[in-house]
């Protein structure tokens, strides 16, 4: 009797072990992607309260849906190649470059501009695109790799088309493999410029790390420009890192703008950092002094020194305060802010899970309790207007991006803004915070939202917003080898 028990017993226990042992073995075969898949087949379709995806229709190929075919204003041809490049210290970095240089060449249009760039990949073997961070491009001109365009290979060449339209400070780098071309230098400036340029000095500031070492365009240490009392200085801090940069000014500014948007009345600070998370820009402006002002990447010796001439060389001075854009600046009503009448409203959950990522086992980033592929697909219709409740409580900070649109914060942790308008394309999520933010679907096409911390959306920190209606030809994976992240 006593041995039949145990032999139940234990027969029973096989039986569960052989249910997990499924259980596990199904989970890790369903996160295995296939060779070749398209993003409209990944996702779970959220509809937001709004009305549901209309399936009646035929769908459109967002091929359709590119930039203007008439001569442009702007043209320029940019070759990915790999090159060895020298920072301003004679460090050798060997690197992937746009036309042999890191950064690739600073992009200067002017606001209205029809744009023409050309890519060539000369010897980048995953192929490469570029993405117009910021630049609410039409869909077919957003360079995503699998998603609006094949990766252009080696050899190969793709032309973009789009009307500069928004004023302002933005940022082109490959999408691509992203993770990886991005660290390796697969990027650069791009600025949307009034036709009458202000006086002064304009200067974009664009930070790398390289290995651990801080760079402000190729300068790796401290560069001196001479600038001559009284005269304005835009500076246009660009973040290229997945992790958050932090500027420090030793002059009172203003921060102009962020994300390419000016702030409304914004008003002199000093004495505060700023914290621009992965992909963030922050325009800040001052009238330059009498004496010498530095404008440096905390906790290292990188800076730029604008050289009143004579005087004292201001030392490198990190506040204790990070700037806080929520509250800053004077409010100017905007229908997003003031209306209640959202057509749909989505949440953006993240949180991390135990379970398997593209096979891989681990405690991996989660979307609304969801692991890549099942991260949600957000349906909006055209004109919609969509709020979006973001949560992070995951123990780490998330730069969030939002292709093809701008996002207004409404809230953070249940605190309303009251300041400027604030518009984001990349909002740094701290853990444990909450941001109500809003935007008007006004710019159709399949986008990419993602984590601009670009190994976190390798890892399945990515997700899309769709237009009802509309479909793409392009293929992600092996196979067409598409690895946007
Ligand atoms: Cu800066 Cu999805 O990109
Ligand atoms: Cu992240």
Same mark, same amino acid.
């Given at each position: 009797m006593r041995r039949l028990l145990i032999r139940t017993a234990s027969a029973a226990g096989l039986l569960v072990l052989l249910v997990v042992l499924g259980v596990v073995a199904k989970a890790w075969f369903d996160s295995r992607l296939p060779d070749s898949y398209s993003a409209m087949d990944y996702g779970q379709v959220d509809d937001g309260g709004g009305p549901p995806h209309d399936h009646s229709h035929n769908l459109v190929s967002i091929e359709t849906l590119h930039g203007p075919r008439t001569k442009p204003d702007f043209r320029t041809t940019l070759v990915a190649k790999q090159a060895e490049v020298e920072l301003a210290s004679g460090r050798a970095v060997s690197a992937w470059t746009f036309n042999g240089q890191v950064p690739g060449p600073e992009l200067r249009v002017h606001q209205g501009d029809v744009v023409e760039v050309t890519l060539v990949n000369e010897d980048i073997d995953d192929g490469v695109t570029i993405h117009w961070h910021g630049v609410?491009?039409?869909? !077919?001109? @957003?360079?995503? +790799?699998?998603?609006?365009?094949?990766?252009?290979?080696?050899?190969?060449?793709?032309?973009?088309?789009?009307? +500069?339209?928004?004023?302002?400070?933005?940022?082109?780098?490959?999408?691509?493999?992203?993770?990886?071309?991005?660290?390796?230098?697969?990027?650069?400036?791009?600025?949307?410029e009034p036709r009458t340029k202000a006086k002064g000095l304009d200067l974009a500031v664009v930070a790398h790390d390289f290995s651990g070492r801080a760079a402000m365009g190729s300068h790796d240490g401290v560069e001196r420009r001479r600038v001559g009392a009284r005269n304005d200085v835009r500076l246009r801090l660009v973040n290229t890192n997945s992790s958050p940069e932090r500027f420090y000014v030793t002059s009172p500014f203003r921060v102009l703008a962020i994300d390419g948007t %000016?702030?409304?009345?914004?008003?002199?600070?000093? @004495?505060?950092?700023?914290?621009?998370?992965?992909?963030a820009r922050y325009d800040v402006g001052f009238r330059m002094p009498q004496q010498s002002?530095?404008?440096?990447? +905390?906790?290292?010796?990188?800076?730029?020194?604008?050289? +009143?001439?004579?005087? =004292?060389?201001?030392?490198? =001075? =990190?506040?204790d305060v990070d700037f806080d854009p929520l509250g800053?600046?004077?409010?100017?009503?905007?229908?997003?802010?003031?209306?209640?009448?959202? %057509?749909?409203?989505?949440?953006? %959950?993240?949180?991390?899970?135990?379970?398997?990522?593209?096979?891989?086992?681990?405690?991996?980033? !989660?979307?609304?309790?969801?692991?890549?592929?099942?991260?949600?697909?957000y349906m909006v219709r055209r004109g919609d207007l969509v709020k979006m409740r973001i949560t992070n409580s995951s123990g780490k900070v998330h730069p969030m991006h939002l292709h093809g649109h701008h996002l207004l914060v409404l809230s953070r942790d249940g605190k309303k803004n009251t300041g400027s308008p604030w518009w984001v394309d990349t909002l740094d999520v701290f853990d444990g915070e909450e941001y109500e933010v809003a935007f008007r679907a006004d710019n159709p096409g399949l986008w990419m939202d993602h984590c601009h911390n670009l190994p976190h959306a390798r890892d399945g920190l990515t997700m899309h917003v769709a237009y009802e209606?509309?479909?793409?030809?392009?293929?992600?994976?092996?196979g067409p080898h598409n690895h946007p992240e």
């Open positions: 609410d491009v039409p869909n !077919a001109e @957003d360079g995503v +790799a699998g998603v609006t365009q094949d990766a252009v290979m080696p050899g190969e060449r793709y032309t973009y088309r789009f009307r +500069a339209d928004q004023l302002g400070t933005f940022w082109y780098h490959s999408h691509q493999v992203s993770s990886k071309q991005v660290k390796r230098g697969l990027y650069g400036a791009f600025v949307i %000016d702030l409304n009345g914004p008003t002199p600070i000093q @004495d505060q950092m700023l914290v621009l998370g992965g992909g002002v530095r404008v440096g990447i +905390a906790r290292s010796p990188t800076a730029l020194l604008l050289d +009143a001439g004579g005087g =004292e060389t201001p030392a490198a =001075e =990190e506040p800053y600046g004077r409010p100017k009503p905007t229908l997003l802010a003031t209306t209640s009448d959202f %057509d749909r409203t989505f949440r953006m %959950d993240i949180g991390k899970r135990i379970g398997f990522v593209k096979g891989r086992p681990g405690n991996h980033w !989660a979307i609304n309790g969801k692991l890549f592929p099942d991260t949600p697909m209606g509309l479909t793409t030809p392009f293929r992600l994976g092996d």
